[in-house]
């Protein structure tokens, strides 16, 4: 009877260990780092590497470290009033001193990133809507640098390095373009008279 006990307590025991034991470890790879909550109150933050903290205890929400990247299109209008659609690259990392902050703020790197798209798609339209088609035509690398600037400015409180901000593509509309194209080769073939 004695020995029938321990064997169910025994077994008990072995159950419960095989319930939290395999589930308690979190594993962080290297470029993440992890908010550790407590019954849903964050505690800290852990690095890269294999930690154990009993699961229905501790929760680790992961937040990636490297390189981000937004890719967005949008549409726009010149000084002149010109309509286009720009392509938009923004490449950030997140603090990762601020993962805290981030996690109290915005919930996940998903929320933050949505926000970012926002804010960089107003600031970019800003930037286009301040020169007239030509000048954004001619001076491409020049709105390069004011867009990442403007951005960069505009997400300084948003806990990122911004790394990258550029208009990988700019379409005017098919009527601006056939304009373009045809002073070119008016000036091209007044050059050659």
């Known amino acids: 009877m004695k020995n029938t006990i321990l064997g169910i307590i025994g077994g008990i025991a072995l159950f419960i260990a095989l319930l939290i034991v395999p589930f308690s470890f979190h594993k962080i790879?290297?470029?993440e780092i992890a908010v550790v909550k407590k019954f849903g109150k964050a505690e800290g933050t852990k690095e890269a590497g294999l930690h154990f903290d009993v699961w229905f205890v501790k929760k680790y929400e992961k937040y990636d470290l490297k390189t981000q990247e937004i890719t967005t299109d949008i549409a726009a209008y010149s000084l002149d009033a010109q309509t286009m659609t720009?392509?938009?690259?923004?490449?950030?990392?997140?603090?990762?001193?601020m993962v805290m902050a981030i996690n109290e703020e915005y919930g996940s790197l998903e929320t933050l990133q949505g926000r970012l798209t926002s804010v960089a798609v107003e600031k970019s339209k800003v930037v286009l809507a301040s020169q007239s088609a030509m000048k954004i035509i001619e001076n491409r690398n020049m709105l390069s640098s004011q867009l990442e600037e403007a951005i960069t400015k505009a997400m300084a409180n948003y806990n990122v390095d911004i790394e990258?901000?550029?208009i990988t593509n700019i379409d005017f509309s098919d009527a601006f373009e056939k304009v373009v194209e045809d002073k070119m080769i008016a000036e091209q073939v007044a050059a050659y008279n």
């Open 29 to 31: 790879e290297t470029g």
């Open 86 to 97: 720009a392509s938009l690259t923004i490449q950030y990392k997140i603090k990762p001193d």
């Open 164 to 166: 990258l901000a550029i």
